[in-house]
């Protein structure tokens, strides 16, 4: 059983967005993020500021809003001082060193302007994370690497995994943690490595309390088995807090309110086994 | 030695936008596709605009584009017309059904509607492709998976590679090909899948005449040793062709023309071999 608090483990985090994450954690008591992955401006500001005091994180795929604008970076930016939490654009970063600079700092949205923490697949090789880095980490940001995925059939076993956790190893300073169904400390690990006192953080989507899948291969466990069995970090959840109807948000407020819980009673029993 | 001609391919193919490429790719006598990879509309259009009589295929990664509006997907429409290229937004699709479908049919860039090909990595397993196919099939969109990388360490390796060929071969109504180093029929391929007749496009990154690295971890071949060595259908260039002075268009034209004549006699060379 993993039995670190998120307190003491700060101080084994140099990274910044790493530290605000667990500090986060502890001063609002809460292990949940919510994925807010809806097509409309309005619905996506409406259910963050509904969840906004439950979560210590709030994942975003800003890619899919249609009416996007650089106003909208500026309002959550806001609501994340207001409520107190991480914002994390989980863009799955995929290609090679330069290009995934370009998608980071470029474009439209200029991601590393604004979120604290982001993804990236470890299928290119090390030079994904040497691109990511030259851009986020002057920026005070971090990266997390996709170790393992929920869906039905993923590729992410093995080896691939092993070399994931490599790849973060190596680069301790920018990647703090893996998207991840377990702890990833020592996985992968040489012979010839230290990995006394090695600390990822360990995010774990596919987390739901109602349902066991989404009919397109995602697959749910609940909070218990994600925090206690499993060990891992902070639970994502998405239309298991705000379901398909976004103007219900004292409804959306209840369930983020339930998550939390539930996420923040498995910790405890966790740290107390 | 492969020894199928473009032309003879295309009754192999159902999908619309594979039957176009093969056809393009024959009465312009070009396998050479360029990859604009700019952060400014202006540079975009003005290679494109120079580079379109040589090239088979425009591949874009419009995200990283500053200064993007709807007006440049007109815009990039129109040179495909002009000029008989395909468009292939390089976009390595890489989450979850649900989520990539939104991601391709949704957000400020809605790829779906003016991309020929789009690609996927095969990591999360079939939903990837289900969730994609789900909004391109019904507009004659065509997709890739990516089998290999270019790049140093890329995990695309044994049964990753092989799972990658398994999800087309379920999906051959529009997953047409492959990004990759080599031919991919019958990879991974069973006793009892019947492979006869079985046609993949491949379409090879990190192809260059005059260097060999970009310093980020991607490794060069030049067009000779991916079309005839290999066996691969199109070379993808970027760097190569445009350099990173984008106002000297004459030149950049000059360049789309050598890798043209290159790739083609490369071809050439393999059918009578």
Known sequence: ??????????QNHTNPAARLLLEIMERKQSNLAVSVDVTKAQDF??????????????????DVIEDFE???VR???????????CIFEDRKFADIGNTVALQYASGVYKIAEWSHLTNAHPVPGPSVVTGLKSVGLQR?????LLAEMSTAGALTTGSYTEDAVKMARANRDFVVGFIAQ??????????TDDTTGEDFLILTPGVG??????????????????????????II????????????????????KRYQDEGWKAYLERLTA
């Open 45 to 62: 500001l409406a259910i963050i500021d509904a969840v906004g005091p439950y979560v210590c994180m709030i994942k975003t795929h800003v």
């Open 1 to 10: 059983m993993y039995k670190h608090s998120y307190a003491s483990r700060i």
């Open 70 to 72: 650089p106003s909208l």
């Open 75 to 85: 309002t959550l930016q806001a609501l994340s001082a207001k409520y107190d939490f």
């Open 140 to 144: 005070g940001r971090g990266l997390l």
């Open 237 to 256: 959840v998405g239309r298991g807090v705000y379901g398909t109807d976004y103007s219900l948000t004292a409804k959306i407020a209840g369930q983020a």
């Open 209 to 234: 309390l109602d349902v066991k899948g989404d009919g397109m291969g995602q697959q749910y466990r609940t909070p218990r088995e994600v925090v206690v069995g499993a060990g891992c970090d902070v």
């Open 182 to 191: 377990r702890r990833m400390e020592s996985v992968g690990a040489s012979k």
